[in-house]
């Protein structure tokens, strides 16, 4: 949708979005970003650390939109300690173990995909990739 700025630097719209909150994004291209947001009211003192309303920013992955699930996952994945962590990762391990331990074999008997790669580019006299 084009949306042209008028005069007084205000755009429209529509009915359909009236009413709702918007964080506005402003990027160093010239970009402006509309992201809708929800603000949550609180009552007396908000409990330590308690956010009203999450920073857009700190969620830019990809085209900037995630679920309302998976922003609640990322947060609660944050606020993991870090025997957490290493628990969950402990658990990852003995699940997956017969697929790693697999994984370590196929890499041993064929290599790793970085090693074929750079086997295949020497063998194609294309050297070392140039990074402009």
């Known amino acids: 949708m084009l949306k042209e700025v008028g005069a007084s630097g205000q755009i429209s719209l529509g009915k359909k979005y009236a009413g709702q909150l918007f964080d506005v994004v402003f990027y160093p291209d010239g970009r402006v970003e509309l992201v809708p947001m929800k603000a949550v009211p609180t009552v007396g003192e908000p409990a330590p650390n308690h956010r009203v309303q999450e920073d857009a920013a ?5 085209d900037g939109w995630l679920t ?4 609640a996952a990322r947060k609660a994945a944050y ?3 870090p025997e957490a962590l290493n628990a969950a990762r402990d658990k990852w391990e003995e699940e997956n173990k017969d697929a790693i331990e697999a994984m370590n074999q196929r890499i041993e008997k064929i290599g790793s995909m970085g090693r074929r790669i750079h086997e295949w580019r020497k063998a194609q006299g294309l050297g070392k990739p140039s990074y402009n």
């Open 58 to 62: 700190t969620y830019r992955v990809g």
């Open 79 to 81: 606020e993991r300690t």
């Open 68 to 71: 309302p699930e998976r922003l």
